[in-house]
């Protein structure tokens, strides 16, 4: 054990792996409380309650998100964005990298994964801001009520379609970001996931 406590470094910070894990339990807990796949489930049960949980993981998604951007600027060096974000043309060559199994190790997020944590907080914020304005124009609640209590119904259904869209999206960004998770820590030989409740990766 002594050994491989020498060979590994500290890569992610413990903010950013509460953030994470946080981020997808809110994330799941407000997928599935609402939409039309759910409908008979929330027949069966309280769909009040159910609208009162979807709210607040929305809220706390919300919530991490500011965080998140906070913390890419000052937090640590693998959490900030330029230590990840790179340019389109830059990515793009090292996803050809990995599909020819001949992709560089990083220590941090490689562009390809950089692109996709961009991706999905842009996709989030959305998500989110298209939340709040359904939740203010149709209920007259949330922190938008003010400003959308008179939204008429078609401006209140594209809320609607505009936030569905993305938070499947989200859920299909999701699936993407496993499978290339999954890619590159057989490309690499080690476990990006169990990095990420660690914090630590090999040196």
């Known amino acids: 054990m002594a050994g491989t406590s020498h060979s590994e ?18 994330f799941c807990a407000a997928y599935f409380t609402q939409g039309e796949p759910f409908e008979a489930i929330q027949d069966r049960l309280d769909g009040a309650w159910l609208q009162t949980v979807h709210v607040w993981a929305g809220y706390a998604v919300a919530g991490l998100l500011l965080f998140r951007l906070l913390w890419g600027f000052w937090g640590p060096r693998h959490a900030r964005f330029s230590d990840f974000v790179r340019r389109p043309d830059v ?27 961009v991706i999905l907080l842009l996709s989030l ?29 078609a401006t209140i ?34 476990n990006l996931a169990l990095a990420m409740f660690t914090g630590r990766k090999r040196a």
């Open 91 to 117: 990515t793009l060559r090292y996803v050809k990298e990995v599909l020819l199994l001949r992709a560089p190790r990083h220590l941090g997020h490689n562009p390809a994964g950089g692109a996709m944590i």
């Open 157 to 190: 259904h594209t809320f609607e379609e505009v936030h569905e869209f993305f938070a499947n999206f989200t859920l299909l960004l999701v699936g993407g970001h496993l499978v290339g998770v999954i890619w590159e820590s057989l490309l690499h030989r080690e």
């Open 125 to 153: 914020t959305v998500t989110v801001a298209a939340g709040l304005a359904l939740y203010g124009a149709d209920k007259g609640l949330g922190p938008l009520a003010g400003w959308l209590a008179d939204t008429g119904d």
């Open 9 to 26: 470094v500290v890569v992610w910070d413990p903010l950013v792996r509460l953030f994470h894990w946080v981020l997808v339990a809110a």
